[in-house]
DNA sequence: TTGTATGCGTTATCAG
DNA sequence: CTGATAACGCATACAA
């Protein structure tokens, strides 16, 4: 079965009584060679059933053709988004895509990054984990030269690109929306603050109030790890408090959800008791009741720009070594879970 | 920057006035190189910064250590969760994994599938898209013998493992339940009937009705993309029939859950008028009010165990030659949104 | 426009 | 136990 071996390019060569440069060149179509000597090599190379060596012109060419992506997590609606966005560009662009997820742990993140480092990828976009505070993993990386884009969940960083939104103007427009319906005791419940979505959300939570002359209370911000059921925990949390909050800001909308489950169950009201709002605008978001109120901002532009920019970088064909970071669009998207007066 | 040039073996081997041949063996860790010089190497390695090139390597020994999945989406719990357990397992065994969507296009698969085999990879994880028939975009990695297996949406072939569920004991077991409910107007909505995991839903839904002397009718079953808007247009078309069904058994989860907020928008009452049913247990069905009835099977378990076959296949450890198929546990969580008596 | 010759970094097969 | 050397398949500098 297995004995029909390899054809390479001097079988084909050999077979057109050729040598096996014309042969490479006709296959990566170069212009210098004969048209017709051109249409016979592919004819024939489709015919014997050859197929190039990556590996022998990796070797020589130095380069993988292969751009890498390390994620915190696969599964939330927006990376799958991000993750086609970059499929997209990557595969248009011919290059391979190599995915693996840190699992928000550092030492899963450096496992990876010196997974990739190794298999010499071409170039880099990383979404940090929680976890992770200095990025000396990614060094190999800035010294080489190899591009490195962080996208979302970033670090302020000379060498890298950041592909981001403004997470403090979304801080503050979802907070100043809860204000401006009539909330004052408003809790913000977030993670690791070593992340720059979470610190500028935070501080887009405490300028609004600020210039809303509300108080900040330090027990209003929650740290946890913003999965399904520490939401749940949060609510339970919540409901032992004396004096309940009147909002609720989440950092994502899965954490939200599993908050607004307890509380329902615990007999409050939303919005009218406690509003809540999220963060990603989640399909989630049009399922709970009542549907939640949450920041949209889409994963698949997010993955789109992170890897055209990426490429970019790795042809060198782009002018963007001035460039530091790239602000995107997010909107937020009002629903029933934060309206308590009708007409706004 | 750049010119600090890759060192090789050669660099470390002159260093230490050794050969090349004994750096590499000391290198992958053969038991013939002397403990001390092995340790001097590894030392002088580490020191220098070296690490090994993939390319060379790879292009002598001619296996990649790379295997790859192709899936008809990553978007969804279920999905998250096989890719998970697939990286887990081929990181823990050294192997690295190329993820890509065929976005249930049969073009995509075959693009898919032709980069694959171009990239050499030891072995192939798939599951089907919806559109494909033939599976002949994988002749290539059967005549080479290259590991190959289906999972979740598979198709009958001799020459590749599957891994699945029942799928037929699963939709004879929701049909089964809805019926015990008391309903007798089931629907069921599903997906191309050229999948395995569709077609043998039905064959189980309609065992079912005929295990339990229910007719059959042909307009009660839908074939849509299952996709959340798809659900919403089915309830659309159901709002219109002038006999409602009494109960919808659907293929996935998302699906049911766009359909059921448009019937509780016009007014029906879940599960009283209409019980209804998902599949894949996506942790959506906590959200959804009611919350849906399911059938779980784990994503996790399902992406170890296809990881683990393959990379056994691979390294020729496995005696599965003999095995076909391999068949997970699947389990009926019933909630809400099928409970229509109180004590069952 | 085409051919020759060489190197890319490893591993494996021989001899020592 | 170690060393020399031949592949592995391709791309390119240089020559023709």
Redesign the interface.
């Known amino acids: ?2 004995n ?1 071996k390899e054809i390479t390019i001097w079988d084909i060569a050999k077979k057109l009584n050729i040598s096996i440069a014309t042969v490479s060149r006709a296959l990566k179509d170069d212009p210098v060679v004969q048209k017709k000597t051109k249409k016979k090599i592919l004819e024939t190379a489709l015919e014997m059933g050859y ?6 012109r ?2 020589r060419s130095k380069n ?1 053709n292969t751009i890498g992506i390390i994620v915190p997590r ?4 927006f990376m ?2 991000v ?2 966005g970059v ?1 997209k560009i990557a ?1 248009a662009e011919g290059y ?6 840190s699992s928000e742990s550092v030492e899963h993140e450096k ?1 990876n990054a010196l ?1 990739m ?4 990828v071409d170039g880099l976009l990383v979404s940090l984990s929680y976890e992770t505070e200095s990025i000396e993993h990614f060094e190999p990386f800035f ?3 190899i591009p490195l884009i962080f996208f979302d969940r970033i670090t302020e960083n000379k060498n890298a690109i950041s592909i981001v939104i403004d997470n403090l103007k979304a801080g503050f427009e979802i907070t100043e929306h809860l204000i401006n319906q009539g909330c004052k005791r408003i809790m913000h419940v977030t993670a690791s603050l070593k992340r720059n979505v979470y610190q500028e959300r935070l501080q887009g939570y405490k300028k609004a109030l600020e210039y809303h002359h509300l108080p900040f209370h330090e027990n209003f911000v929650k740290i946890i790890n913003l999965s ?1 059921e520490s939401g749940e925990q949060v609510a339970q949390d919540i409901l032992k408090m004396k004096k309940l909050p009147d909002a609720i800001f989440f950092s994502n909308d ?1 954490c939200a ?1 599993g908050c607004m ?1 307890v509380l329902k169950k615990g007999g409050i009201n939303i919005p009218e008791t406690i509003a809540v709002a999220g963060f990603n605008n989640d ?2 978001c ?4 009542p549907n939640l109120t949450s920041m949209h901002y889409s994963g698949m532009d997010m993955g789109i720009l992170s890897a055209r920019n990426l490429i970019n970088h790795i042809k060198g064909e782009s002018t963007l070594s001035v460039t530091n970071s790239i602000v995107l669009r997010s909107e937020l998207i009002i629903r029933e879970s934060s309206l308590r007066l009708p007409n706004s």
Not at 51 to 56: C, E, H, L, T, V
Not at 96 to 101: E, K
């Open positions: 079965m297995d029909d197929r190039s060596n990556n590996f022998a990796n070797l993988s696969l599964n939330s609606y799958s988004s993750i086609s499929e595969n391979n895509l190599i995915i693996s997820q496992q997974t480092f190794n298999n010499r010294k080489k030269n399904f899965n959800v489950s399909p989630l049009r399922v709970v009741e």
